[in-house]
């Protein structure tokens, strides 16, 4: 069994765990910190699947977070008082505004990244950025909903089957989805896609020379991305019963990079293994100072110049190294292939 094999297992045997474990040691807040776990790991490997496989490096993610919360959040507003949004009166349930949720994140994560990826480099970074500040400052500009405080939500959405105001089945929901996405993620760069995807990372040139559209491959998973980040908006809304601009905040784009960029680009698994790194670092060093972002800095610094695969490569070892190439006889337009040298 390799070592990412068995890493994986640990952490499937981890979050399976946790709430028993929480009750051993009589720490029911556990349950609520692994819940957050769960919800940003899915935010930080929807982030890496454009980052690590798509080298697109997008500092405006938070705006798809906070869109998703705050769809759920106002149509449970609408809802609870009575009052007609676009001629509806808005719902609680989760079957309905969740689906509405995603296709509104997918929809604006379209609209950016068309606009976007016709830049490159500094200047796609800048633009997301532009992006993400446009969304957190619409929301800021809402008084019905708070405005600048936020709003808090009177209960969490109705689901079938799960009781979400219980904080070990919303934990197990949450930690479900993540292993969902993850799995659906895995998929993805695995398939000719995500073939397509990295070897557009690797040469744009030669892949647009072999009949690769890259604006189409690279908008296609910035907006899979953008609908998973919605996604772990929306579970937050729920977990959290509040919503505020602040979700959509640069502060939020950069704290899921750090994540990302901690837990190892471009691993999947990495990201989730960087949010619980980041959480748990937060609230431990959080008991102890105010200012554990002092400390938290010189860390991410040493990951970053010496630890190139974060603390995945830590945990798994050296991966080998791999490129994405085309068959000597492939027409052109042909799918790309995976390969060790």
């Known amino acids: 069994m390799s070592r990412r094999t068995l890493l994986n297992l640990i952490l499937v045997a981890l979050f399976a765990s946790l709430p028993v474990l929480a009750s051993v040691l009589d720490a029911p807040h556990l349950v609520g910190l692994a819940t957050r776990f769960a919800i940003y790991g899915i935010a930080a490997a929807s982030l890496d699947l454009v980052m690590g496989y798509g080298a697109m490096h997008s500092f405006g993610h938070a705006a798809f977070f906070g869109l998703g919360g705050y769809v759920v959040g106002v149509l449970a507003f609408h809802a609870s008082m009575g009052l007609p949004l676009l001629g509806w009166t808005g719902t609680q349930a989760a079957l309905l505004a969740w689906p509405l949720a995603l296709a509104c994140c997918g929809l604006l994560g379209l609209i950016v990244g068309y ?106 998973a910035f907006t899979l991305s953008a609908t998973g980040t919605g996604l772990a908006g929306i579970l937050w809304a729920n977990h959290a019963l509040f919503i505020s601009p602040d979700m959509a905040s640069w502060h939020k784009s950069g704290e899921l990079m750090a994540m990302v960029i901690l837990g190892g680009v471009g691993t999947l698994v990495g990201p989730v293994l960087g949010a619980m790194a980041y959480l748990g670092l ?60």
Request: proline letters at 7%; charged letters at 15%; aromatic letters at 10%.
């Open 115 to 220: 606009l976007s990826l016709r830049t490159s480099g500094v200047q796609f970074i800048m633009i997301t950025l532009a992006f993400g500040q446009m969304v957190y400052y619409l929301l800021t500009s809402l008084p019905l909903y708070g405005g600048d405080d936020g709003m808090p939500l009177d209960q969490p959405n109705a689901l079938p089957g799960v009781d979400l105001a219980d904080p070990v089945q919303r934990y197990y929901l949450c930690a479900g989805l993540l292993l969902a996405c993850l799995a659906l993620w895995h998929r993805v760069v695995n398939s000719r896609f995500g073939y397509v995807l990295q070897g557009l990372r690797q040469s744009e040139r030669r892949s647009v020379s072999l009949g690769v559209s890259a604006l189409r491959y690279r908008l296609t």
């Open 282 to 341: 937060e609230e431990l060093l959080g008991r102890w100072t105010e200012h554990w972002m002092l400390f938290f800095g010189p860390l991410l610094l040493v990951v970053v110049l010496f630890g190139r695969r974060g603390i995945h490569g830590l945990l798994t070892g050296p991966a080998p190294r791999r490129k994405v190439v085309a068959p000597h006889d492939a027409p052109r337009g042909a799918a790309l292939k995976e390969v060790a040298p």
